[in-house]
């Protein structure tokens, strides 16, 4: 599956047009919806990546129920003077979470949330 992935925060652009994800045994829509259930928390960090890693997603839980999923675009990872973005969206462990994980399912397979 091939898809483009835009970060936005204040000051910062990045954009990476091909991203390349195989769908083998865990994708993004999977870790996503496993953060979504684990709504009352976890120790550490929890962490997804595309094949070619140009895609990275981790995730951490903090007190009060919020989940710091931080998006992560690396294209070119061996590429000399490549270069790395990286966003932080805090969620609501609950709704907020499980919202996101069916918007992005609803993105990535076309089923409805």
Known sequence: MHYAVELR???????????VAWIWDRDLTTFLDALAADYRGWDGERGWQTND??????????????????????PWPR?????TASVTTWLEAGEQMASLAAHVRHFLTGEQQ
């Open 9 to 19: 925060a204040p000051g910062l652009a990045a954009r990476v047009d091909e991203v």
């Open 79 to 83: 590429a000399a003077g490549g270069w």
């Open 53 to 74: 890693r140009d895609l990275t997603v981790s995730a951490v839980f903090r007190s009060g129920g919020h989940v710091g999923p931080t998006w992560t675009l690396r």
